[in-house]
């Protein structure tokens, strides 16, 4: 089949068989019904892995994508993942699913439909998404990496801690920094991301980092 599109014929209706030819052309829809975004894809989250998530000014939205041709096998472990680690979620079904997706999905998830029509694909709005009741802030924060993690120790005022573990520096933003305020930084820092340069951040921190720990070790032999 190469890469060519994938889809078959369902009562006189085009079926769509491959999330990924889903992915570009909701990512059009969402930029015209959001506005300012940036897409992440393929993110961890606990035991499952978010297809997206959509950046937004103030949220981090997950979104899963269930062509045609998927099953819901893994949607109950997915759902309790994302609606620890995002604001708000949208489940992205194809037409097999779209009359039945709200009975397997909490009412804090949003549905948005794709069909073709025609020879585009169209998408809709079902329902629109709420905020996730069990959100967790220390593990949407997660998103970020060491040294984004540190700008916003930064930005807020707080010591480095450039000898703590990601995890302490988590919760002391999450317990110090009001949630609202911590929100926009998160979104400000993801949209900022260079993937070009952070690597060399990253190396640069662990660097630092070792030999932060090397002289520790030295003075506490010469005591």
């Given at each position: 089949?190469?890469?060519?599109?994938?889809?078959?014929?369902?009562?006189?209706?085009?079926?769509?068989?491959?999330?990924?030819?889903?992915?570009?052309?909701?990512?059009?829809?969402?930029?015209?019904?959001?506005?300012?975004?940036?897409?992440?894809?393929?993110?961890?989250?606990?035991?499952?892995?978010?297809?997206?998530?959509?950046?937004?000014?103030?949220?981090?939205?997950?979104?899963?994508?269930?062509?045609?041709?998927?099953?819901?096998?893994?949607?109950?472990?997915?759902?309790?993942?994302?609606?620890?680690?995002?604001?708000?979620?949208?489940?992205?079904?194809?037409?097999?699913?779209?009359?039945?997706?709200?009975?397997?999905?909490?009412?804090?998830?949003?549905?948005?439909?794709?069909?073709?029509?025609?020879?585009?694909?169209?998408?809709?709005?079902?329902?629109?998404?709420?905020?996730?009741?069990?959100?967790?802030?220390?593990?949407?924060?997660?998103?970020?990496?060491?040294?984004?993690?540190?700008?916003?120790?930064?930005?807020?005022?707080?010591?480095?801690?450039k000898q703590k573990s990601k995890q302490y520096?988590?919760?002391?933003?999450?317990?110090?920094?009001?949630?609202?305020?911590?929100?926009?930084?998160?979104?400000?820092?993801?949209?900022?991301?260079?993937?070009?340069?952070?690597?060399?951040?990253?190396?640069?921190?662990?660097?630092?980092?070792?030999?932060?720990?090397?002289?520790?070790?030295?003075?506490?032999?010469?005591?």
């Amino acid at each position: 089949m190469g890469h060519e599109e994938v889809i078959y014929e369902d009562h006189g209706r085009k079926m769509i068989t491959r999330d990924r030819d889903i992915r570009e052309p909701l990512f059009e829809f969402l930029e015209e019904q959001y506005g300012k975004i940036r897409i992440i894809e393929e993110k961890m989250m606990g035991r499952s892995r978010a297809d997206v998530v959509m950046v937004t000014e103030t949220a981090l939205i997950g979104l899963e994508i269930k062509s045609d041709a998927d099953t819901y096998a893994r949607l109950s472990r997915q759902i309790k993942d994302y609606s620890r680690y995002f604001d708000m979620n949208f489940v992205v079904v194809g037409t097999s699913h779209a009359g039945h997706i709200a009975e397997h999905v909490p009412e804090h998830f949003g549905i948005i439909t794709v069909e073709y029509v025609e020879d585009s694909l169209d998408f809709y709005i079902l329902r629109k998404p709420g905020i996730s009741p069990d959100l967790d802030m220390s593990l949407k924060i997660g998103i970020l990496w060491r040294p984004e993690l540190g700008q916003l120790l930064d930005i807020n005022g707080l010591p480095a801690y450039k000898q703590k573990s990601k995890q302490y520096v988590r919760k002391v933003l999450t317990d110090r920094v009001e949630k609202d305020v911590l929100n926009r930084q998160i979104s400000e820092v993801l949209f900022e991301r260079d993937y070009n340069t952070i690597e060399e951040q990253i190396e640069a921190f662990r660097r630092e980092n070792t030999k932060h720990r090397a002289g520790r070790r030295k003075r506490r032999r010469k005591a």
